[in-house]
């Protein structure tokens, strides 16, 4: 069944009547369908949970219940922005990342499942080398919602952690995941332009950083190009300014035995193992990990 809609204009105002949570769902995807949205069964069910405040899985059991007018009202308006290509986290504010939720705000990167691999990487090191409880100093770099940080500090009780990124809105949201995730006494933030901000030694050093070549932000998803931060995938011309910045520092704040971990694009693996080499690491202490897909996906250097 099929209501009529509010239109943005304000054209047809009426609400429409009562509908079961059933029924919400099914015209919220048929919205989002006809908007031509790839999933549309998924975002309308996740949306529809937030505009009614609704735990997913309480979805089912409930699907007979009316779904209160402001609750209505709030759906109508997630449904407008998913339409208009908003990725459902950035409407509902909220993105899981290695199984815990992260705030996000338009000031940061929606994380991804594939940074999850710098996450798995660095455990992996850390479980072979020293042990979950060993005492370690973290920095990550471009730390935007704070998700590599705030995962590794929950996961290594003995951790602390240096968030930096040149925007402040961005420390922002961190901070507050950090307080969410209970690590804010061990993490601390700072504005820095990559390392020019940053003293002190560190036993693994990690980043995210942006790689995309300029040239192809416009060419990628809306939901990308649209709604991330320009900052946040910017990488130059070719992608790699970040990594020439941060390879050509990292040297000097690593401890000895300490590890880089990087996060690269698909085809990056060799340029950025090479501006490693030029900022002083040694070619056999260089490896990359694969993310679930099979494509290199993080860089891992030791000093
Ligand atoms: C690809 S995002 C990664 C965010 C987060 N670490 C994640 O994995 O979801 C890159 C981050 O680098 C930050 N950034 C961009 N240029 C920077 C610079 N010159 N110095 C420090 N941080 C920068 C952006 O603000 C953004 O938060």
Known sequence: MRHSTPSPGGGENKRPAPQTL?????SAADQLREAGIEAPELDARLLLCHAAGLAHEDFVARAGEVLPP????????????????????RITGVREFYGRHFLIEGSVLDPRPDTETVVEA?????????????????????????CILLTLLAELPNARGLGTDLSRDALRVAHANAERLGVADRASFTVSDWLDAVSGEFDLVLSNPPYIARGEIGGLAAE?????????????????DAYRRIASGAAKVLAPGGHILLEIGATQADAVTSLLCQGGFLAEKINHRRDLAGRPRVIVAEM
Request: hydrophobic share 40%; glycine share 14%; proline share 3%.
């Open 22 to 26: 059933r029924e919400a769902f099914v």
């Open 224 to 240: 990308v190009a649209r709604y991330d931060p320009h900052i946040a995938l910017d990488g130059g011309g070719d992608g790699l």
């Open 70 to 89: 402001r609750a209505f009202d709030r759906l109508q308006a997630h449904i407008e922005r998913r339409a208009a290509r908003e990725p459902v986290s």
């Open 122 to 146: 660095a455990l992996d090191l850390i479980e072979t080398r020293r042990g979950r409880g060993a005492s370690l100093r973290l920095i990550d770099l471009g730390t935007g919602s704070g």
